[in-house]
T-cell receptor
């Protein structure tokens, strides 16, 4: 069985400060990890994914995420937050042994204050 | 052009009614999905089709019946609507169903059952 945990329901940061949104996962096979962002009344938008290779993955809007196999984590980061980054962020995992099925975390609401 | 589109965007109906939600993707993808997002924003997969064949069928009441007339379309029909069906339903698509593929989401259909 595969699972994803986003331990923080809410993350608050000041504009210009670095941000981190945490994600840990559990899978049977090789993990494929994704981050999506959802703005109010919109669908989910793909930010970035880890498939293989370099543990640091760069994505849209200046976001990046670091895959850490030993800690089974895939935290989303951005060096300098913008007010427009305020949204709901989802981490998702898929694995080789359960092809096709994505499991999403419960989501983390990021609020960036001016 | 919208990559993944859904109609209608909003749906308000009475308990016991039957309704359908339509989804179309113009990305040339082989795999399509239906997800349900509840009032707490939790996202759960319902169904997945690959090349018009059902490949994922989560524990969903029989009142929900997906239909894929071709690879570009995946519709969701719901019989005997219940209050608990109120949610946002998202359609998504991916190139294939293998784990490394990114899913692209539609804007959602907001269903309210009265």
């Amino acid at each position: 069985a595969q699972s994803v945990a986003q331990p923080e329901d809410q993350v608050n940061v000041a504009e210009g400060n670095p941000l981190t949104v945490k994600c840990t996962y559990s899978v049977s096979g090789n993990p494929y990890l994704f981050w999506y962002v959802q703005y109010p009344n919109r669908g989910l938008q793909f930010l970035l994914k880890y498939i293989t290779g370099d543990n640091l993955v760069k994505g849209s809007y200046g976001f990046e995420a670091e895959f850490n196999k030993s800690q089974t984590s895939f935290h989303l980061k951005k060096p300098s937050a913008l007010v427009s980054d305020s949204a709901l962020y989802f981490c998702a995992v898929r694995d080789d042994t359960n092809a096709g099925k994505s499991t999403f975390g419960d989501g983390t609401t990021l609020t960036v204050k001016p | 052009d919208t990559a993944v589109s859904q109609t209608p965007k909003y749906l308000v109906t009475q308990m016991g009614n039957d309704k359908s939600i339509k989804c179309e993707q113009n990305l040339g993808h082989d795999t399509m999905y239906w997800y349900k997002q509840d009032s707490k924003k939790f996202l759960k997969i319902m169904f997945s089709y690959n090349n018009k064949e059902l490949i994922i069928n989560e524990t969903v009441p029989n009142r929900f019946s997906p239909k894929s007339p071709d690879k570009a379309h995946l519709n969701l029909h719901i019989n005997s609507l219940e209050l608990g069906d109120s949610a946002v339903y998202f359609c998504a698509s991916s190139q294939g169903f293998v784990s490394r593929e990114t899913q692209y989401f539609g804007p959602g259909t907001r269903l309210l059952v009265l």
